[in-house]
Nanobody, 119 residues
Framework: QVQLVEAGGGLVQAGGSLRLSCVSS????????MGWFRQAPGKERQFVAR???????LHADSVKGRFTISRDNSKNTVYLQMNNLKPEDTAVYYC?????????????WGQGTQVTVSS
């Protein structure tokens, strides 16, 4: 069983920055594909970014150029640096771990951290 614990959410003004972190308990963290997702009230969960074990990344168009996903395998941690935040970025942000990079399924999820961007 892999546990994921997010941190770093909070309240920030539009144009500000936050860095989210997600620590994994998995022993083979370096082999996981890690993803960030978000869910705003009344909306479906939305993909934000993912990073493969190779370090290759993919970001959603809505955050490209503003958000950056990264990982530190020595710390079993994945990060989401969020710059130039907008009110529409307000959501609960979740990290997730995918054991098999060739599938769509994320096997483990964190509890989420709230990000609120005021205008």
């Amino acid at each position: 069983q892999v546990q994921l614990v997010e941190a770093g959410g909070g309240l920030v003004q539009a144009g500000g920055s936050l860095r989210l972190s997600c620590v994994s308990s998995g022993r083979t963290f370096s082999t996981y594909t890690m993803g960030w997702f978000r869910q705003a009230p009344g909306k479906e969960r939305q993909f934000v970014a993912r990073i493969f074990s190779s370090g290759n990344t993919l970001h959603a168009d809505s955050v490209k150029g503003r958000f950056t996903i990264s990982r530190d395998n020595s710390k079993n941690t994945v990060y989401l640096q969020m710059n130039n935040l907008k009110p529409e970025d307000t959501a609960v942000y979740y990290c997730a771990a995918k054991l098999n990079p060739t599938t769509q399924l994320y096997n483990y999820w964190g509890q989420g951290t709230q990000v609120t961007v005021s205008s």
